[in-house]
């Protein structure tokens, strides 16, 4: 059997907790909309926990290939990929969102939740994946 070393248990570990801390956050969303008689699903909130699920895996990914040949980069690789995720809100939920011509709360808090729960689980990552320790080349 095949040993794993520590940046892949730091990757597994990256997509396990992005998953669940999503999923939690997914359902406490949804519950937080319903007790407050809001509707469930407006807002393309599915769309946006998907985009930013993607978008984050996506990202961290890129990092985790790039992070040898690109290590005293990285943090600015990760600032582009929040670049991107704002390029992603502004070219395709931005629109949508400004159709009746103000953004509500709603809309703010369908994208930018999953958003925030995404780009702190990146940070931790990436911060856990820096601190690994080197193996001699």
């Known amino acids: 059997m095949k040993k794993t070393n520590n940046a892949q248990k730091t990757a597994l570990y990256f997509f396990l907790q992005l998953m669940g801390a999503l999923g939690v956050v997914f ?12 509707p469930l699903f407006n807002d393309k909130i599915i769309v ?4 930013n699920f993607l978008l984050a895996v996506v990202i961290f990914l890129s990092l ?8 005293d980069q990285l ?5 582009f990929g929040s670049f991107f995720k ?5 070219i395709f939920f931005l629109p949508i969102y400004k159709a009746d011509g103000n953004i509500s709360r709603l809309e703010f808090f369908a994208f930018f939740v999953p958003y925030t729960v995404c ?14 320790p080197k193996k001699p080349t």
Do not use: D, M, P, W
């Open 64 to 71: 985790f290939f790039l992070r040898k040949k690109y290590n």
């Open 27 to 38: 359902l406490a969303h949804l519950f937080f909309l319903s007790a407050n008689h809001l």
């Open 48 to 51: 946006t926990y998907i985009i």
């Open 119 to 132: 780009l702190i689980i990146e940070t931790v990552s990436l911060i856990k994946l820096l601190n690994l």
């Open 75 to 79: 943090g600015f690789l990760f600032l």
């Open 86 to 90: 704002f390029v992603v809100f502004f």
